[in-house]
């Protein structure tokens, strides 16, 4: 029995030790998004105007929205890490749609909106630490959930946008110093398709930035692991 328990609480501790080394941190964070359409329309100029339905070849103004997610980042190695999130973002167009085939007059701005939830995972490398921070880039992709979509033009294109979609993903960061265990940090991300959606005549594309404030919690500071002897004072 006492062999039983000796041999439980050894694989309890030697857990304890295996999960600190691995998990590296967990934050969160708030973000700007700014996002855009691109369609193609492959059709000819001719006296059908197909060029010009469902949709003519241009690119939308920006929309501005925002983000909000949590991470949890992992792998013992001081350079490389692998960063997991959960983020519920927006993303969108404005159009300023062409009032007639025959002319180039646009109408007022209306919006199309998309908002997801996602699922987010990057290799994340870090730079040497600098005197006020650390700077890093990630490599990585999402697998999107789209929630909610209101559709304002061109819905036969736009509508037909499947509900789950995969996006690369490539940010520069930068991790502050600080005495306690709490970092800020501060990213920017570029998110586009990959592939185009083909819907008839017409190719379309999303691309999004997102700039991200946030902090993270570390369980272990730098030093911790480190098996230097420690200055106690003179009087210790």
Known sequence: MIKKITALCVLMYLGFQMQAQFVRGIGLFVGVTSSRHRYVNSSTADSSFANKFPSPSHKSAEYVSWSVGILGEFLKYDHIRWQTEIEYCNKGAVEHPFLSPFTNDRGPATVNHFS???????????????????PYWMIGGRIEYNLTRAISIYPSVVGALPKITV???????????????????????????????????????????????????????KLDKCNAPRFHGSGY
């Open 116 to 134: 997801y939830i996602q699922w987010n995972n990057y290799a994340k490398i870090f730079f040497n630490e600098g005197y006020r921070g650390t």
């Open 167 to 221: 996006s690369p993903d490539i940010a520069i960061g930068y991790e502050f110093v600080t005495y306690s265990k709490f970092k800020p940090f501060v990213e920017l991300h570029y998110n586009p398709d990959l592939i185009n959606k083909h819907m008839g005549n017409i190719a379309f594309n999303n691309r999004t930035w997102e700039l991200r404030i946030g902090v993270i919690y570390r369980p272990e500071k």
